[in-house]
């Protein structure tokens, strides 16, 4: 079993930054791998950057390359998504997830809002 609280979100000026914190539970964080994925209003969830279980491999969707960066602490059972340059666009519910065999898990998701 695992539990992912993500925080750290809130309104924000175009072209300010903000940093995505995502706590997780239990004794298999060091070993998955771990994603930040985003849902706008009336729009799909989609990926926005992922990271191996060792942190050595990060990959990020075209809309966020250069602009945010995932890293991972695994001796604090913690992902990180540093945004930076924000735009009204990256205005979502962000989410943290993993996955273990069959099993998904999802955090309760924290609100980006990029506006002036």
């Known amino acids: 079993q695992v539990q992912l609280v993500e925080s750290g979100g809130g309104l924000v000026q175009p072209g300010g930054s903000l940093r995505l914190s995502c706590a997780a539970s239990g004794s298999i964080f060091s070993i998955v791998a771990m994603g930040w994925y985003r849902q706008a209003p009336g729009k799909q969830r989609e990926l926005v950057a992922t990271?191996?279980?060792?942190?050595?491999?990060?990959n990020y969707a075209d809309s966020v390359k250069g602009r945010f960066t995932i890293s991972r602490d695994n001796g604090k059972n913690t992902v990180y998504l540093q945004m930076n340059s924000l735009k009204p666009e990256d205005t979502a519910v962000y989410y943290c997830h993993t996955a273990r065999g069959i099993y998904d898990y999802w955090g309760q998701g924290t609100q980006v809002t990029v506006s002036s």
């Open positions: 990271i191996t279980s060792g942190g050595g491999m990060t």
